[in-house]
């Protein structure tokens, strides 16, 4: 059974930093391309970057030179850097398998405080 939890989401002060961790289980994470997606309150749910099995990341333009995406194989976790963090980066954090049907998991939420 494939599942994915996301943690570290917090309270931050706009310029600040955090990372999230996307903790698998049933599946190395080394094999399947990640994606991170976010959605703010009343808002569609939208990608904000990938990692593909090769290593490669890449962004969405609204984070891209502000967030990192990266891979600890050993401990089966992606994770997002966040830098320079703005009011607008406030919403619940996820992630998930791309190009498979896996349910979304609960999520972390994010709060940029101006």
């Known amino acids: 059974q494939v599942q994915l939890v996301e943690s570290g989401g917090g309270w931050v002060q706009a310029g600040g930093s955090l990372r999230l961790s996307c903790a698998a289980s049933?599946?190395?994470?080394?094999?399947?391309?990640i994606g991170w997606y976010r959605q703010a309150p009343g808002k569609q749910r939208d990608w904000v970057g990938s990692?593909?099995?090769?290593?490669?990341?890449n962004y969405a333009n609204s984070v891209k030179g502000r967030f990192t995406i990266s891979r600890d194989n050993a401990k089966n976790t992606v994770y997002l850097q966040m830098n320079s963090l703005k009011p607008e980066d406030t919403a619940t954090y996820y992630c998930?398998?791309?190009?498979?049907?896996?349910?979304w998991g609960q999520g972390t939420q994010v709060t940029v405080s101006a």
């Open positions: 998930k398998r791309q190009s498979y049907a896996d349910p």
């Open positions: 990692i593909f099995t090769s290593g490669t990341t």
């Open positions: 049933g599946v190395p994470v080394a094999t399947y391309m």
